[in-house]
């Protein structure tokens, strides 16, 4: 993670580096030297295109807060954003109206450094479900969300519905705006319990069980691309992407942040809302990589990824594994629309420096090598945990959480030794010593495993080289 993502801003110009200070002041940040300027990257391209439609740069708004109303599309775009979704347009009343007080974030404020450090842990829940806009208004406001644009960033409309009549009537009205794509809901942790089976009230289920007669209407009707989004709670995501594509879908997005629930034991009852609602944040990049990468091997139509953006390193990690252009909610939640500056010329940086031309040349990159974990190396020999006892300070974390029992604190100075005979270098101690005494090497010509045993069996690598 780039220092500029903790710390501060790439500046625009010169002119603006008193203000910049003075922001970094007002909040007890630390200045740094300014990251290189994106206009100075003249050699790469970060732009993407998708479904014939332009973005100036691969980051994206997701459809939340960030995103409710043309004044806060526009502020988007203008602080570097390549383009947002708004929020969704959906017919139940009661998702207008907005609870007071509707966010709680987990685990941030009691991290070590927080603010100057943001932590990849934290989890932000909310309750705030649907634009609160009517019908009418939503189809004002994109109006407005373009005219404030214009060609320098892309607007995205969302809608979700729960019967075909009430899609078919928003598709009309969103063929009536200057969106330049449209968003198909199908995810929203809000709009139901995703991931059940069980019908009638539960809307997320059913909204995927319409979801191929969804993207048929659209396919008819639409006059500008659509995505269907797929929820991340409903069994295979690449499975229905697969189903999505063949029915018709140009593009798609994947996937949407879990639903989750949190108890207070002090009070014995669910803290704070009450109700089921979306857990969201960083630590879930992983689990929408796997949905990206798998999805990315069934379908050609392009993606944009959604979910535990953290920073612009894992927009290129959604790249390398397929998708087109990466959408983003919490990281902008946590530190403002600002945060894309950093990103936009980190990206430039890092392109030129390893090469790449333009964002095609990283698209799917990753991909050969992501492989089945029988093809994994296993048994290797020689891989044992070396101690450096000069950086050692004996505090026994290795000790305690070694279940090979491999460690030992040695007087008389409680340093930590390894007994090779019973190292299984399987690496925890390394992970979890906090000055990094710890290193896992292969040690050459010492193997003391026990071969005699089947599972000390040997395994070589049988991937990609």
């Not at 892309?154 to 519905?161: D, F, L, N, P, T």
């Not at 007669?213 to 295979?236: C, H, N």
């Not at 920073?311 to 983003?328: E, Y």
């Amino acid at each position: 993670m780039s220092d500029c993502l903790l710390k501060g801003w790439p500046r625009r110009d010169f002119e603006e580096k008193d203000k910049y200070h003075k922001f970094l002041k007002e909040r007890r940040w630390h200045p740094m030297p300014f990251a290189k300027r994106e206009s100075e990257a003249k050699s790469v391209d970060i732009s993407a295109d998708v479904c014939g439609v332009h973005f100036p740069n691969p980051f994206v708004l997701s459809s939340a807060t960030p995103t409710m109303h043309a004044e806060n599309v526009k502020v988007g775009i203008e602080a570097g954003w390549g383009g947002a979704v708004l929020k969704t347009l959906f017919p139940a009343e009661h998702s207008r109206v907005y609870a007071r007080p509707r966010f709680k974030v987990f685990w941030l404020k009691d991290q070590p450094g927080y603010p100057q450090h943001i932590p990849r842990s934290y989890t932000i829940t909310c309750i705030e479900d649907a634009s609160d806009l009517s019908p009418e208004d939503y189809e004002k406001d994109v109006n407005e969300s373009k005219k404030l644009v214009g060609e320098n960033g892309v607007v995205i409309a969302s809608i979700m519905a729960s019967d075909m009549e009430t899609w078919e009537k928003y598709m009309d009205l969103i063929n009536g705006t200057k969106a330049d794509m449209v968003e198909l809901n199908f995810g929203c942790p809000y709009a139901g319990e995703p991931g059940t089976k069980e019908e009638g009230p539960m809307l997320g289920w059913k909204l995927l069980q319409m979801g191929e007669e969804v993207v048929r209407l659209g396919k008819r009707k639409l006059a500008i691309p659509f995505s269907p989004k797929v929820s991340s709670q409903v069994g295979e995501v690449d499975i229905w992407a697969d189903k999505f594509e063949k029915a018709g879908a140009p593009c798609l997005t994947l996937s949407h942040r879990i639903s989750g629930i949190w108890i207070d034991i002090e009070k014995a009852r669910p803290y704070p809302f009450g109700s089921i609602t979306g857990f969201g944040g960083p630590y879930l990049i992983g689990f929408s990589l796997k949905w990206v990468a798998k999805s990315r091997r069934k379908v050609s139509v392009p993606i944009m990824a959604n979910m535990g953006v953290y920073d612009w390193q894992d927009v290129v990690r959604f790249i390398m594994v397929g998708a087109d252009v990466a959408q983003s909610c919490s990281a902008v939640m946590i530190q403002g629309y600002d945060i894309v500056k950093a990103w936009r010329a980190m990206l430039a940086k890092f392109m030129e420096e390893h090469g790449y031309s333009s964002l095609k040349d990283m698209k799917g990159i990753a991909l050969p090598y992501i492989v089945a974990a029988d093809k994994v190396e296993r048994g290797a020999p020689g891989i044992y945990a070396v101690v450096n006892e000069d950086k050692c300070i004996s505090c026994g974390i290795c000790k305690r959480t070694c279940f090979h029992f491999a460690m030992e604190l040695v007087p008389p100075n409680n340093k930590a030794r390894v007994n090779l005979k019973k190292c299984a270098g399987c690496g925890l101690c390394a992970e979890l010593c906090p000055v990094d005494a710890i290193s896992i090497e292969k040690l050459a010509n010492l193997d003391l495993y026990p071969r005699s045993k089947p599972y000390h069996k040997y395994f070589p690598y049988t991937g990609p080289p």
